[in-house]
């Protein structure tokens, strides 16, 4: 099992960033995707949440109307569309995967940062 996440990188706030996360070793379709992210000294928090099908997506109230996640699942992959970026965004992402109830796999994550 692979989750492998790019994208990351130092943007200047306000720019966009656009995160992917490749996943292999499991039925990718079957499974709810997340981005959560982690900033030094702070716990891990949900970004954003959707499901197997693409149906259901849910927000942190922090990135709502700036973040937009999606999934392409004839190509294993979930992404993170990020606008308006700002400095408290910084943080390491990741994109967790779930059949339901606990996160099953993790990836190694991708380091964002937002500074002038």
């Known amino acids: 099992v692979q989750l492998v996440e790019s994208g990351g990188g130092l943007v200047q706030p306000g720019e966009p960033l656009r995160l992917a996360c490749v996943a292999s070793g499991f039925t990718f379709s079957n ?17 954003a949440v959707i499901s197997s099908g693409g149906g259901s997506i849910k927000y ?34 990741y994109c967790p995967a779930s059949a339901g109830g606990n996160y099953d796999y993790w990836g190694q994550g991708t380091q964002v940062t937002v500074s002038p």
Request: aromatic content about 14%.
């Open 31 to 47: 499974y709810f995707m997340s981005w959560y992210r982690q900033a030094p000294g702070k716990e891990r928090e949900m970004v």
């Open 60 to 93: 942190a109230d922090s990135v709502k109307g700036r973040f937009t996640i999606s999934r392409d699942n004839t190509k294993n992959t979930v992404y993170l569309q990020m606008n308006s970026l700002k400095p408290e965004d910084t943080a390491v992402y």
